[in-house]
């Protein structure tokens, strides 16, 4: 962005922490960090901005989840490790595919990566250098990854930066064990602090693989995945935000937990 533009954006700032921030019923953050930033860009009390987490999960991922991933999954013969994003430097992939070279010395394991994007000519090289053509997968997109997440043996989220990453909060509604970098903003906060799966340094693919290793030999339960993942239940999050706006909560409703 030229100076002029960032100009125009800091006055855009401004005014939002001026004018328009003062006179909203509520200030909404999908992450603490975020809410940090926010109350330091805008020069708003931090007390002022709630944290409301986006409404992922929803009776609509479960029943996918329970449809069958298709033909393509029967031919993988292997333990299945997980990664779901676009092909894009920011996510990571390469150090995951580095990685998972170290853990496929160690045991029996196929990678697979959901995604498509401008990436895909650089890792399919680093897949061919390595010598994982038959162990790492690029199927692209898939209508359904959910079908995938609930049958994968582990979930890994290798990227240098998120929001609040939506597909490490599926991933544990699917009850996959998950391993993710610990990348500015929203995995650490998702897994509270590792209690929900392991994090790991950006750009290490050593500890990377590690980690990876440890969660394969020693699973997180399902039940413990699955009650984090309700924390970010569509009809959890529509009450916080009707709590925010003054409404309360609707106290009658009931969240269903389903298993995959």
């Given at each position: 962005?030229?100076?002029?533009?960032?100009?125009?954006?800091?006055?855009?700032?401004?005014?939002?922490?001026?004018?328009?921030?003062?006179?909203?019923?509520?200030?909404?953050?999908?992450?603490?960090?975020?809410?940090?930033?926010?109350?330091?860009?805008?020069?708003?009390?931090?007390?002022?901005?709630?944290?409301?987490?986006?409404?992922?999960?929803?009776?609509?991922l479960f029943i996918k989840a329970r449809l069958s991933p298709g033909s393509m999954f029967e031919e993988v013969g292997?333990?299945?490790?997980?990664?779901?994003?676009?092909?894009?430097?920011?996510?990571?992939?390469?150090?995951l595919i580095e990685a998972f070279a170290t853990l496929r010395a160690q045991r029996n394991a196929r990678l697979v990566?959901?995604?498509?994007?401008?990436?895909?000519?650089?890792?399919?090289?680093?897949?061919?250098?390595?010598?994982?053509?038959?162990?790492?997968?690029?199927?692209?997109?898939?209508?359904?990854?959910?079908?995938?997440?609930?049958?994968?043996?582990?979930?890994?989220?290798?990227?240098?930066?998120?929001?609040?990453?939506?597909?490490?909060?599926?991933?544990?509604?699917?009850?996959?064990?998950?391993?993710?970098?610990?990348?500015?903003?929203?995995?650490?906060?998702?897994?509270?602090?590792?209690?929900?799966?392991?994090?790991?340094?950006?750009?290490?693919?050593?500890?990377?693989?590690?980690?990876?290793?440890?969660?394969?030999?020693?699973?997180?339960?399902?039940?413990?995945?699955?009650?984090?993942?309700?924390?970010?239940?569509?009809?959890?999050?529509?009450?916080?935000?009707?709590?925010?706006?003054?409404?309360?909560?609707?106290?009658?409703?009931?969240?269903?937990?389903?298993?995959?």
């Open positions: 962005m030229n100076k002029a533009g960032l100009w125009r954006k800091g006055r855009w700032v401004s005014l939002l922490g001026h004018w328009v921030y003062p006179r909203a019923d509520a200030i909404v953050a999908i992450s603490k960090v975020m809410g940090d930033n926010l109350a330091k860009v805008s020069r708003l009390p931090r007390a002022s901005i709630r944290v409301i987490h986006n409404p992922v999960v929803s009776d609509r292997a333990p299945i490790v997980l990664g779901v994003g676009r092909l894009y430097k920011g996510k990571g992939f390469l150090d990566i959901l995604g498509e994007g401008p990436q895909r000519p650089e890792l399919e090289a680093c897949v061919r250098d390595l010598g994982l053509e038959d162990d790492v997968w690029l199927p692209g997109a898939v209508d359904n990854p959910y079908a995938w997440m609930a049958r994968a043996q582990l979930f890994v989220l290798a990227s240098y930066f998120e929001g609040l990453p939506t597909v490490l909060i599926e991933a544990l509604a699917c009850c996959c064990p998950v391993v993710s970098t610990d990348c500015p903003t929203g995995p650490r906060e998702i897994l509270e602090d590792g209690r929900h799966g392991e994090l790991v340094p950006m750009r290490d693919p050593e500890a990377l693989a590690a980690a990876m290793a440890r969660t394969l030999d020693n699973p997180l339960d399902s039940e413990t995945l699955k009650t984090r993942a309700m924390d970010f239940h569509v009809d959890r999050i529509a009450d916080e935000y009707l709590d925010a706006l003054g409404f309360g909560a609707d106290t009658t409703r009931k969240t269903s937990v389903e298993t995959p």
